[in-house]
């Protein structure tokens, strides 16, 4: 999805527009869909014409990369970029493979199709290899800043977010990157709050917007989440995981002390900061990364596509699991689920999340709607448990995003976390709010968390049986 929304200074959404995003082809590749978003943008601004509109932030998903031309005006891009979902022909994944540098440098596991831009960089090279030798690459965020006011640059939170191109403990891109000639392409790296440039003249006509329309370098998604939960006091400086869920469920540690993890790859171990005893070890076989925030941190997280295996189960067109009349129904499913034992084994999306290679199946598949759905969220649960003890999170947790409204979800995740404090926010505490802290640090969300209660009954025995369906004893064990 694209989403516009208009805030005012103390913290308050005024306005939001939303667009349904669909990829493009193009020989035969999906692309990202430029040419779509580029003119509902501009209308979608459009309707703030008049209004003292004074900083724009552009947000992006962290797995896209642009490639402008030399020399071109602002919003040239040579080509549409890659769509993340985009297979990689063998030979290429092979190649670069061979090329890429081990966990314990990058933080970024090895992901399937084109998650890791390193990976779409090294296939653009080859299809594409006179524009790529003198473009000017940047992070799909920091496109649409490029757009906005013709400024190029690039910025830590995308470059660091499983890309294979950064190295998080050293601060600077990694060895491939400066290897491959990619870190010299790249725009210059400039902080997420950094204002670039103001509002292009033919968009200040276009928009009716201010002419001095200051827009900002902008960040990867689930880092504007990990600010939003950063203005919460109860989270500010506290040892707390934030689980941004979307179409990835990913859970981001913030330490309370500065043991931000050692990094398990087949290449070897490598420690990040801290006591040796204290920290977790992060695994590339599970799908856990280092991401980097906006001031340039390392963040242990762990992640799975938990919004799209979700919509697998309950199908697009039908009623989804966070939808408030259905909730009470939901809720009044999961007994009889527990007792029969019916549930969904993982993983849905192959090769993502802390059991890449599970089978994928249902247990005992029930036939009411409203008990599959609950079994839905039970897995998710489940499945975002297990990426929690991988990351060793403790203390508080945040749900944020759509599936925080899901109560079976997030109930079970108390229940099954009786150590942590589990909370939600209002739906608007999210990912534009943390966009709209690096303007102003100090916001505060509107509203106060709200302390989940666990389910009135016990997952014990469904989670144990549900490990044993997959061969395991416990939560933690490699798959």
Not at 84 to 112: K, N, V, W
Not at 361 to 376: C, F, K, L, Q
Request: aromatic letters at 8%; proline letters at 7%.
């Amino acid at each position: 999805m694209s989403k516009i929304s208009l805030w005012s200074r103390d913290g308050r959404m005024l306005d939001r527009q939303v667009r349904a995003n669909q990829p493009v082809e193009e020989d035969g590749i999906r692309r990202l869909d430029i040419a779509g978003i580029t003119p509902w943008l501009v209308e979608a601004l459009s309707r703030y014409r008049g209004q003292p509109v004074e900083r724009i932030v552009p947000v992006g998903h962290g797995a896209g990369v642009v490639a402008l031309k030399e020399g071109g005006l602002a919003g040239e891009c040579a080509f549409p970029p890659l769509d993340y979902e985009q297979p990689i022909p063998a030979d290429i994944m092979a190649a670069y493979h061979a090329e890429r540098d081990g966990f314990a440098i990058t933080g970024s596991p090895a992901l399937p199709d084109g998650l890791n831009i390193g990976r779409q960089l090294y296939w653009l090279d080859r299809l594409h290899p006179e524009v790529m030798r003198t473009a000017t690459l940047v992070p799909w965020a920091q496109y649409w800043a490029w757009f906005l006011s013709g400024a190029a640059v690039s910025e830590v939170t995308s470059l660091g977010c499983h890309s294979d191109l950064w190295d998080p403990a050293a601060g600077r891109f990694a060895p491939m990157a400066e290897r491959m000639g990619w870190a010299a392409r790249f725009a210059p790296v400039a902080r997420a709050g950094d204002v670039v440039g103001t509002l292009r003249p033919a968009l200040v006509e276009q928009t009716g917007l201010p002419v001095t329309t200051q827009v900002l370098a902008g960040l990867h998604d689930s880092n504007a989440a990990l600010l939003a939960a950063r203005g919460f006091p109860e989270i500010a400086g506290q040892e707390a995981t934030i689980l941004s869920t979307g179409t990835w469920f990913i859970a981001m540690r913030l330490k309370g002390a500065e043991d931000r993890g050692r990094l398990k790859g087949a290449e070897g171990e490598a420690r990040l900061a801290g006591d040796e005893s204290s920290i977790p070890i992060l695994s590339e076989a599970r799908d856990c990364l280092i991401n980097v925030d906006a001031y340039g941190r390392p963040v242990p997280s762990a992640r799975f596509m938990g919004g799209r295996e979700i919509e697998t189960v309950i199908e697009l067109d039908t009623r989804r699991v966070d939808i408030t009349p259905d909730q009470p129904a939901l809720l009044a499913a999961v007994p009889a689920l527990v007792e029969s034992g019916a549930m969904l084994l993982p993983t849905l999306a192959p090769g993502c999340g802390p059991f890449p290679a599970g089978p994928g199946t249902w247990i005992g598949r029930p036939d009411d709607w409203y008990a599959r759905r609950a079994a839905a969220c039970l897995y998710a649960a489940l499945v975002a448990a297990t990426s929690l003890d991988l990351i060793g999170s403790h203390g508080r947790l945040l749900v944020e995003g759509r599936f925080a409204e899901a109560d079976v979800f997030v109930r079970a995740l108390a229940s099954l976390r009786p150590d942590m404090e589990v909370y939600t926010a209002n739906a608007h505490n999210d990912v534009s709010f943390g966009a709209l802290r690096l303007s102003d640090p100090d916001l505060r969300p509107e509203g106060q968390l709200v302390r989940a209660a666990p389910l009135p009954v016990s997952l014990d025995a469904y989670r144990a049986r549900w490990l044993a369906n997959m061969g395991l004893a416990e939560l933690g064990v490699t798959a």
